[in-house]
């Protein structure tokens, strides 16, 4: 069974950073694109980044570039997304999520193919 465990989410001060980490279970993440997503108050979901199993990181936020990153260690299954520079208009939900097919990340954000979230974390940007 597929399962996507959130944490590190939180508080941060603009300016602030935070690292936010994925743990997967049920797939071996190394073979299969992983995104983050948010959603942020009053807002559609939107993917942010993505990071597939042959390609490297797909941005589909330009406000975040520069300032996000995401990583993997597919030997601990587990994916990371690690916020400097913080914005208000960065808080939101955040939600990592991988897909049922193998498809580079440009296809799976094309498509919408995000087929298992987590449960999110809350992130809150405020002075």
């Known amino acids: 069974q597929v399962r996507l465990v959130e944490s590190g989410g939180g508080a941060a001060q603009p300016g602030g950073s935070l690292k936010l980490t994925c743990v997967a279970s049920g797939f071996a993440t190394k073979y299969y694109p992983i995104g983050w997503l948010r959603r942020a108050p009053g807002k559609e979901r939107e993917d942010v980044l993505c990071m597939g199993p042959s390609d490297g990181p797909s941005y589909y936020l330009d406000s975040v570039k520069g300032r996000f990153t995401i990583s993997r260690n597919d030997a601990e299954n587990t994916i990371y997304l690690e916020m400097n520079n913080l914005k208000p208009d960065d808080a939101g939900i955040y939600y990592c999520?991988?897909?049922?097919?193998?498809?580079?990340?440009?296809?799976?954000?094309?498509?919408?193919?995000?087929?298992?979230w987590g449960q999110g974390t809350r992130v809150n940007v405020s002075s």
């Open positions: 999520a991988t897909s049922s097919t193998r498809y580079d990340c440009d296809v799976v954000h094309s498509r919408a193919r995000w087929d298992y």
